[in-house]
């Protein structure tokens, strides 16, 4: 027998072995920017959404046995093309069956149209909260347990005029989340009676932030809300504005707020605060136990989102009997919300022979997750302020 002939042999029997070990594997895509203006947020995030995947499997109770498996693509946040790319591959080449993901708006909206509605499979994003995204066409395919930034705004504003702050000058990172949440928050702020004096967008990737900075100062206003990435362009206004004295005293929503922000800047952005979703629930106490040993922070921004949007999938899939979108997908909503018995993160197992057994379950998770049609979370927000050079809560809304 010739190399040839045994490497075509060695490969048909590796092709069957695998086909043997998959049919009882249900794949998950982990459809994340692991590269680009979030990456600092999404390493613990992942890790987040297959803690779920991981208690699932080891249970031995999903769909009478079956091993579940994480199965990562990198979105990378801001290039369409190139999450479509990665979600196309996790499809057609590697068979999964859902995707937490994807991290960032646009590319949320991408994936969706191009790909995930036209192969009708399920997306759950844990952090896409552009408010485009509640209208989107999904044939009920997409889901969220990040709150939409219709809601962002309207909490950014109640903390500014908690905190007395009257008149604020706004930059935003060019693309669908900058926009949409800079366009919610200014009209929820001036509908309250605050003053936005001057509204720039700022390009991600650039080296010079100083003429963006310059004009938003010329403008005034007592503070600067950064509505970017914290990784890119709204890390670069930061320290434009710092270096110019423009500026001192930030407003951070969401994809501004992590330690890699706080370990940058430290005290030199003391005082500054923001928003971000995030509950004082039991389940989010229970995250923060369940991630001591695993290597990173359950209460990290956007974790205990992509934990529950894992959740969500597999229960649903539970509840369908089947890990068939179209047979699962309108089981989301069923397990997410009341009647049923009350699940916490690391109570799978518990959820799971509930929903073997024909019961019901209201899975509460890490973020108190209750669904509001169509597919979106109602949402809470911690916030946090930089003390000592790091983000602490101070409140939750």
Same mark, same amino acid.
């Given at each position: 027998?010739n190399q040839?002939?045994? *490497?075509?042999i060695?490969?048909?029997?590796l092709?069957?072995?695998s086909?043997?070990?998959?049919a009882?594997?249900?794949?998950i895509?982990?459809?994340?920017g692991?590269t680009?203006?979030?990456e600092s947020?999404?390493a613990p995030m ?6 779920a995947? *991981?208690?699932? &499997?080891?249970?031995?109770? !999903?769909l ?8 990562? +693509?990198? &979105?990378?946040c801001i290039d369409a093309a190139a999450?479509t ?6 499809i057609?080449s590697?068979?999964v069956a859902a995707?937490?993901?994807?991290t960032c708006?646009g590319?949320?909206t ?5 790909v995930a509605?036209a192969n009708g499979?399920v997306?759950?994003?844990?952090s896409?909260t552009? #408010?485009?995204?509640s209208?989107i ?8 347990t990040?709150?939409?930034d219709?809601r962002?705004g ?6 500014l005029n908690n905190r007395g702050?009257k008149s ?5 990172t ?6 949409g949440?800079?366009?919610? !928050?200014?009209a ?6 605050? &003053?936005v ?5 700022h ?8 003429a963006?900075? +310059?004009?938003?100062?010329a403008?005034g206003g ?5 509505a +970017? ?5 709204g890390k670069?206004m930061?320290? %434009?504005?710092?270096?110019s004295?423009a500026?001192?005293?930030f ?10 922000l706080?370990?940058h800047f430290g005290?030199?952005i003391?005082?500054? !605060?923001?928003?971000v979703?995030?509950t004082?629930?039991? +389940?989010?106490a229970?995250?923060?136990e ?9 209460t990290?921004p956007?974790? #205990?989102?992509?934990y529950?949007?894992?959740a969500l999938i597999l229960?649903?899939?539970? &509840?369908a009997?089947s890990s068939?979108s179209?047979d699962f997908?309108g ?8 009647p049923?018995?009350e699940i916490l993160?690391g109570e ?5 022979k509930i ?5 019901d379950?209201d899975y509460?998770?890490g973020t %108190?997750v209750e669904?509001?049609g #169509?597919g979106?979370?109602?949402g809470?927000?911690r916030e946090?302020?930089i003390?000592?050079?790091?983000f602490?809560?101070v409140t939750?809304?």
């Amino acid at each position: 027998m010739n190399q040839l002939n045994k *490497r075509i042999i060695a490969a048909a029997a590796l092709a069957a072995i695998s086909a043997t070990a998959t049919a009882d594997e249900v794949r998950i895509g982990m459809l994340q920017g692991f590269t680009g203006p979030t990456e600092s947020l999404v390493a613990p995030m992942a890790m987040g959404g297959e803690l779920a995947i *991981r208690e699932a &499997s080891d249970s031995g109770l !999903f769909l009478g046995g079956k091993t579940v498996v994480s199965v990562r +693509g990198d &979105s990378t946040c801001i290039d369409a093309a190139a999450a479509t790319a990665a979600a196309e591959r996790l499809i057609t080449s590697e068979g999964v069956a859902a995707i937490n993901g994807a991290t960032c708006s646009g590319a949320t909206t991408a994936v969706l149209n191009n790909v995930a509605v036209a192969n009708g499979v399920v997306m759950v994003s844990p952090s896409a909260t552009s #408010p485009a995204l509640s209208t989107i066409e999904d044939n009920g395919l997409f889901f969220r347990t990040a709150p939409s930034d219709a809601r962002q705004g309207e909490i950014m504003t109640k903390v500014l005029n908690n905190r007395g702050v009257k008149s604020v000058a706004v930059t935003y990172t060019n693309n669908d989340y900058g926009k949409g949440l800079a366009d919610a !928050f200014q009209a929820a702020y001036e509908a309250s009676g605050g &003053s936005v004096t001057a509204v720039a967008a700022h390009e991600d990737g650039k080296a010079d932030y100083s003429a963006e900075v +310059g004009a938003l100062a010329a403008a005034g206003g007592e503070l600067l809300v950064v509505a +970017g990435y914290i990784d890119q362009g709204g890390k670069g206004m930061i320290q %434009a504005s710092l270096d110019s004295g423009a500026f001192d005293l930030f407003m951070l929503p969401d994809g501004m707020v992590g330690d890699a922000l706080a370990d940058h800047f430290g005290d030199s952005i003391e005082g500054s !605060f923001g928003t971000v979703p995030g509950t004082d629930s039991p +389940g989010a106490a229970m995250m923060g136990e369940l991630t001591k040993d695993q290597g990173f922070n359950g209460t990290d921004p956007y974790v #205990p989102e992509a934990y529950d949007a894992s959740a969500l999938i597999l229960l649903a899939m539970q &509840s369908a009997g089947s890990s068939n979108s179209a047979d699962f997908k309108g089981h989301i909503e069923k397990v997410a919300n009341a009647p049923g018995e009350e699940i916490l993160p690391g109570e799978l197992a518990k959820a799971l022979k509930i929903l073997a057994d024909g019961g019901d379950v209201d899975y509460v998770g890490g973020t %108190a997750v209750e669904l509001i049609g #169509p597919g979106e979370a109602a949402g809470n927000y911690r916030e946090v302020e930089i003390k000592g050079g790091k983000f602490e809560t101070v409140t939750y809304h």
